[in-house]
C-alpha cells in the first residue's frame, strides 16, 4: 500500500552557514551569549585603541627622527657634495692677483719678521703666512651656499694658549686695498706647548670663490684681528702671503728635492766651524737650500752666515722677539713657530719634495755604502710616506778627541765629524730624541722629533739602524747612556777628504786672514774622561 505522505527535499547549506549554526544552538551560547558578546566587544575596543596609540606613538617618533636625520644628513650631504666638488672646482676656476708682479719676486725671507698685533702689552705676534691648496685641510669648513673653498691660508703667530677662537678674524688686503674680513676657521696651538700662557699657534682661513664665476682673485696679504681686545678690533700688521711660484696647486711632483731647517740661533751662537762643517756635509748629501732662523748670533757666525746667504744655499730669517720668559711663559726661542714656518716655507715657497729638521750638532747618516742622504730616501719614498724618523746615537765631547787622521797642513783641525769618532753604543728609541726628514706635501704640524699632523692615509716610515742614524755632535750636556759606547769612524771614512778640504776652502774664503773658523769659546765644555 503506497504512503501518501509527500517526502520534502532538504535545501542544501553552506559550511560557514553550518558551522554558525552548531554556536548558536549550543546550550552555553544560549545561556552566556550577551555576556559572550560585550566581553569581544571590550576586547576588540581596547585592541583598537592600543594599535591607534602605537601608530600614533611611532607616526610622531619617526617624524621627529626623520626631521633629525634630515638635518642631518643635509649637513653630511651637504659636506659630502663639497667633497667630491671641490676637485673639479679647484680644476676649473681661474686664479688671479692683484699685483701680479709679487709672484715674479723670488723668496729671499728679507721681508719676513715678527710684527706685533695691537697694544704691545698684550704680546700677540704675527710672522708669516702660507697659502695651502690642499683640499684635505678645507673639506669640512662650511661655506655659505653659492660659494666653494679652493685653498687656504695658514698663518703662523704667537697667541695665548687660552684665546677665544671665535673671536679671530683674519683680514685679507690685495694691492694694498682692503678686500675682505673672515673669521678664522681653525686656530690651533702647536704641540708641545706644555700649557704655557703663550704657544706657537696657526689660524687657517679657508679661501672661497663663487661658483657662478669662473675667476677667483687671490689675497697679497693677510692681518689678524681680535675681537675681545679693543687694540685689535682693527687690522694693522699684514704680512704677505707666499705661494707656490709655479705649480700653484700642487699638480705635478715638486721641483727641488732636498732642503734643511735649523732652529733657532740664540744665545750668542758662536760656533762658526761647526756651520761651515754642517753646511758642507749636508751639500755633500744631496741638501739645496738651509732656512737658518737667527735671533742671537756672534760678529764671526754672522760672517759665515752672510757667505752662504750670499751664494744662495742659505736664507737667513730675521728671528729677533722679546717679553717672554722662554720655558716659562713660552716654549724656548718660539721654536715650534719656527719649524713649521720653516717646512711651510720650503714646500710652498721653495718647491721643495724633501725638508731635514735638524740642529748644528745633528747629521742625518745614511749607512748604506758610498750613498748620500737624498738618495735613501729617493730610495725608500713612496707616495703614502709622510717623514723619515733616524734614531739618535750620541758623540759626547767627555770622550777623548781622534786626532791621528787630520791632514796635515790644515788651518781647521777640530772637525767634529772627524776627529770624534766614540758614541753611544745603543740607539735611542724612535721619537726620544730622533730627527727626521719629512714631506711636505703631506705634512700638516712638524714637532721637535717627529710629525704631528698629517694628511689622510700616510704613515712614517722608522729608519732602522742598518740603514741610518743620526749622529748627535753634541757639547755642554751628557746623558743617555753614556757609559756604555763603540767606535764610530763611517762618517770619517765616507766623508773625510772630501769634508777636510771643502770647510778649509770655504774658511780662507770667509776669513782670509788666518783661514780659521773660530770654534767657539764653548765648544768642549764639558771636559774629557780618558
Given at each position: 500500500m503506497a504512503r501518501e505522505t509527500a517526502y520534502i527535499s532538504i535545501k542544501s547549506r553552506s559550511k560557514p552557514v553550518i558551522f554558525v549554526h552548531s554556536l548558536v544552538s549550543n546550550r552555553f551560547t544560549r545561556k552566556y551569549g550577551l555576556i559572550s558578546l560585550i566581553l569581544l566587544t571590550a576586547l576588540g575596543l581596547l585592541f583598537y585603541r592600543r594599535v591607534l596609540f602605537v601608530s600614533m606613538f611611532n607616526t610622531w617618533t619617526y617624524d621627529m627622527v626623520r626631521e633629525y636625520i634630515k638635518k642631518q644628513s643635509s649637513d653630511e650631504l651637504q659636506q659630502k657634495y663639497i667633497h667630491q666638488t671641490l676637485p673639479l672646482y679647484q680644476r676649473s676656476v681661474f686664479l688671479t692677483f692683484g699685483n701680479e708682479s709679487l709672484l715674479q719676486e723670488d723668496d729671499t725671507g728679507q721681508r719676513d719678521h715678527w710684527l706685533p698685533i695691537g697694544d704691545l702689552e698684550k704680546r700677540f705676534k704675527v710672522y708669516s703666512a702660507y697659502f695651502d691648496p690642499r683640499l684635505e685641510v678645507i673639506e669640512s669648513y662650511a661655506v655659505p651656499d653659492g660659494f666653494l673653498p679652493f685653498g687656504s691660508v695658514r698663518i703662523f703667530a704667537i697667541l695665548p694658549f687660552k684665546v677665544r677662537k671665535g673671536d679671530i678674524f683674519c683680514n685679507f688686503r690685495s694691492d694694498n686695498t682692503y678686500v675682505a674680513q673672515h673669521q678664522a676657521d681653525e686656530v690651533e696651538a702647536v704641540h708641545e706647548h706644555w700649557n704655557?700662557?703663550?704657544?706657537?699657534?696657526?689660524?687657517?682661513?679657508?679661501?672661497?670663490?663663487?661658483?657662478?664665476?669662473?675667476?677667483?682673485?687671490?689675497?697679497?696679504?693677510?692681518?689678524?684681528?681680535?675681537?675681545?681686545?679693543?687694540?685689535?678690533?682693527?687690522?694693522?700688521?699684514?704680512?704677505?702671503?707666499?705661494?707656490?711660484?709655479?705649480?700653484?696647486?700642487?699638480?705635478?711632483?715638486?721641483?727641488?728635492?732636498?732642503?734643511?731647517?735649523?732652529?733657532?740661533?740664540?744665545?750668542?751662537?758662536?760656533y762658526a766651524l761647526r756651520a761651515v762643517e754642517f753646511?758642507?756635509?749636508?751639500?755633500?748629501?744631496?741638501?739645496?737650500?738651509?732656512?737658518?732662523?737667527?735671533?742671537?748670533?756672534?760678529?764671526?757666525?754672522?760672517?759665515?752666515?752672510?757667505?752662504?746667504?750670499?751664494?744662495?744655499?742659505?736664507?737667513?730669517?730675521?728671528?729677533?722677539?722679546?717679553?717672554?720668559?722662554?720655558?716659562?711663559?713660552?716654549?724656548?726661542?718660539?721654536?715650534?713657530?719656527?719649524?713649521?714656518?720653516?717646512?711651510?716655507?720650503?714646500?710652498?715657497?721653495?718647491?721643495?719634495?724633501?725638508?731635514?729638521?735638524?740642529?748644528?750638532?745633528?747629521?742625518?747618516?745614511?749607512?748604506?755604502?758610498?750613498?748620500?742622504?737624498?738618495?735613501?730616501?729617493?730610495?725608500?719614498?713612496?707616495?703614502?710616506?709622510?717623514?723619515?724618523?733616524?734614531?739618535?746615537?750620541?758623540?759626547?765631547?767627555?770622550?777623548?778627541?781622534?786626532?791621528?787622521?787630520?791632514?796635515?797642513?790644515?788651518?781647521?783641525?777640530?772637525?767634529?765629524?772627524?776627529?770624534?769618532?766614540?758614541?753611544?753604543?745603543?740607539?735611542?728609541?724612535?721619537?726620544?730624541?730622533?730627527?727626521?726628514?719629512?714631506?711636505?706635501?703631506?705634512?700638516?704640524?712638524?714637532?721637535?722629533?717627529?710629525?704631528?699632523?698629517?694628511?689622510?692615509?700616510?704613515?712614517?716610515?722608522?729608519?732602522?739602524?742598518?740603514?741610518?742614524?743620526?749622529?748627535?755632535?753634541?757639547?755642554?750636556?751628557?746623558?743617555?747612556?753614556?757609559?756604555?759606547?763603540?767606535?764610530?769612524?763611517?762618517?770619517?771614512?765616507r766623508f773625510g777628504d772630501a769634508l777636510w778640504k771643502r770647510v778649509n776652502e770655504k774658511c780662507g774664503l770667509i776669513f782670509p786672514e788666518s783661514g780659521v773658523c773660530p770654534l767657539g769659546e764653548n765648544y768642549n765644555q764639558t771636559g774629557q774622561v780618558r
Open positions: 704655557m700662557e703663550f704657544a706657537a699657534s696657526y689660524v687657517i682661513c679657508k679661501l672661497a670663490g663663487n661658483i657662478t664665476k669662473r675667476e677667483a682673485r687671490l689675497p697679497d696679504e693677510v692681518a689678524l684681528s681680535y675681537l675681545s681686545e679693543p687694540s685689535m678690533r682693527e687690522a694693522t700688521s699684514f704680512v704677505r702671503i707666499k705661494y707656490p711660484k709655479t705649480d700653484r696647486l700642487f699638480r705635478s711632483a715638486p721641483s727641488r728635492s732636498l732642503a734643511v731647517c735649523v732652529g733657532p740661533l740664540h744665545h750668542d751662537f758662536a753646511f758642507e756635509y749636508y751639500k755633500m748629501n744631496g741638501a739645496e737650500r738651509f732656512y737658518v732662523y737667527n735671533k742671537s748670533a756672534t760678529l764671526e757666525v754672522d760672517a759665515v752666515l752672510r757667505h752662504y746667504e750670499a751664494t744662495g744655499l742659505v736664507q737667513v730669517l730675521d728671528w729677533h722677539f722679546e717679553g717672554y720668559e722662554f720655558e716659562g711663559e713660552l716654549r724656548y726661542e718660539g721654536i715650534f713657530v719656527a719649524l713649521n714656518d720653516c717646512f711651510y716655507r720650503a714646500t710652498v715657497a721653495g718647491g721643495f719634495r724633501y725638508t731635514a729638521i735638524v740642529d748644528f750638532d745633528e747629521l742625518l747618516f745614511p749607512v748604506g755604502d758610498k750613498e748620500t742622504l737624498l738618495e735613501y730616501l729617493q730610495a725608500k719614498d713612496r707616495y703614502d710616506v709622510h717623514s723619515f724618523n733616524f734614531q739618535g746615537v750620541f758623540f759626547y765631547d767627555i770622550y777623548s778627541p781622534d786626532l791621528s787622521q787630520v791632514p796635515p797642513r790644515v788651518n781647521n783641525t777640530y772637525l767634529y765629524t772627524q776627529v770624534r769618532n766614540v758614541r753611544t753604543k745603543n740607539p735611542l728609541l724612535h721619537h726620544n730624541r730622533s730627527k727626521y726628514v719629512l714631506k711636505g706635501r703631506n705634512v700638516l704640524e712638524a714637532g721637535n722629533h717627529f710629525v704631528w699632523k698629517t694628511v689622510r692615509d700616510t704613515y712614517e716610515y722608522a729608519v732602522p739602524e742598518s740603514e741610518g742614524l743620526l749622529m748627535h755632535y753634541r757639547d755642554g750636556s751628557l746623558g743617555y747612556d753614556f757609559e756604555n759606547v763603540v767606535l764610530d769612524n763611517r762618517v770619517r771614512e
